[in-house]
């Protein structure tokens, strides 16, 4: 019999999450089911996403249910199989959870992956992952790049940003991007070759739509906001005619009691801009073709992506509290592998 170390939760947040809203349990695995396979996970995908699967509000997926192990992305290798479209030790990616092992009942949204083909079986998490295929699916489809447009990125350094304005830069845009510090703002120049940064650590709304004014003089024509709160509405304020604003997310709101809003909406209609919300989750029929562009890109050297990979189950909790203290450079990964 084997056990399973799962990172359960055992409390709705009320606001930022607390240690006590969590609980490492272990249990002994159950028996497979005809059709079910159980995979060893060894790399668990850290998002600001799950923040809003642990609370109960009406959403695009149902809440975790108190007593789960939190949902998560995951890469691992199939331990045991009673499918036989799946055998011992093939990669799989899917949706699981932050748990050493999962059941896979038959069915289950899990696909195998060569990790012949990558640096890392990682990647299937970042670049090649949901990550990427958000940058890269929200910036063609939604964001439309054009040559010479101006490109405005929030919560820029992240795993998500620091694709989206890498992909806007081959698609011949000007790239603004808004991170939190000093060393992510020069990190945005320096090693994704953005053309311009701006901190927003400790700034007002009128503060920064000063440095955006400065840093976008003929205005912006396309917002990939992954933050919410004043830097959108900072950012609004700059939107030009028929501009394009992707609402990809909202990481400042994700830990308050109450929805923030935006109160620049008047932009929006005076100079005639669309806004549309993005979800990865309608494009995993389109992954291949995804793939296949950010590998060709990768390939050439024209992205640059990084991993924050973190070790060990038990250090759940403050890895995924990283996404929300800025602490992660690149995208979060827990580090759940069996001892190296
Ligand atoms: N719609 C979709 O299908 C989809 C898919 C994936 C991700 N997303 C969204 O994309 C966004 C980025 O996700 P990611 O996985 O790439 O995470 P990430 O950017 O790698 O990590 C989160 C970052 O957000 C910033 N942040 C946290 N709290 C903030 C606050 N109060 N104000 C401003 N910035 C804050 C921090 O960077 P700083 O140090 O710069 O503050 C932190 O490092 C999130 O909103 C997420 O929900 C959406």
Not at 16 to 28: N, R
Not at 286 to 312: N, S, T, Y
């Amino acid at each position: 019999m084997t056990t399973n170390r799962k990172f359960t939760l055992v409390k709705r947040p009320d606001g930022e999450p607390k240690p006590g809203d969590f609980k490492l349990v272990e249990e002994e695995l159950p028996e497979l089911a005809d059709g079910a396979f159980l995979v060893r996970n060894h790399y668990i995908s850290l998002d600001p996403a799950q923040r809003g699967w642990m609370s109960d509000a009406e959403s695009y997926m149902p809440p975790i249910a108190l007593g789960d192990a939190v949902r998560a992305s995951a890469v691992g290798r199939v331990h045991a199989s009673k499918n036989p479209d799946f055998a011992e030790g093939q990669w799989v990616v899917g949706l699981a959870a932050m748990e050493e092992f999962s059941v896979v009942e038959a069915g289950g949204f899990t696909s195998p992956v060569d990790v012949s083909l990558v640096p890392s079986p990682t990647n299937f998490l970042s670049v090649l992952g949901a990550v990427g295929m958000t940058a890269y699916f929200g910036m063609i489809e939604d964001g439309q790049p054009k040559e010479g447009d101006t490109l405005l990125v929030t919560g820029a350094a992240g795993a998500v940003g620091s694709l989206v304005g890498q992909i806007g830069k081959i698609k011949g845009c000007r790239v603004i991007g808004i991170a939190g510090g000093a060393d992510k703002c020069a990190r945005l120049i320096d090693h994704y070759g953005f053309d311009a940064a701006i901190d927003y650590r400790g700034k007002s709304q009128s503060e920064l739509e000063a440095e955006i004014a400065a840093a976008a003089p003929d205005g912006v024509d396309i917002i990939w906001e992954n933050v919410g709160g004043i830097i959108l509405d900072a950012g609004l304020t700059a939107i030009n005619e028929y501009g394009r604003v992707v609402l990809c997310g909202l990481i400042s709101e994700y830990n308050s009691p109450e929805p923030v809003g935006i109160r620049n909406l008047w932009y929006l209609v005076s100079r005639q801009v669309t806004i549309k919300g993005f979800l990865v989750r309608d494009y995993p029929p389109r992954f291949p073709e995804g793939i296949a562009q950010m590998g060709q890109w990768l390939a050439e050297g024209k992205i640059k992506h990084d991993e924050d990979i973190v070790r060990g189950i038990e250090n759940s909790y403050d890895a995924f509290m990283k996404l929300f203290s800025g602490g992660n450079q690149g995208k979060l990964i827990l580090d759940v592998s069996p001892d190296k």
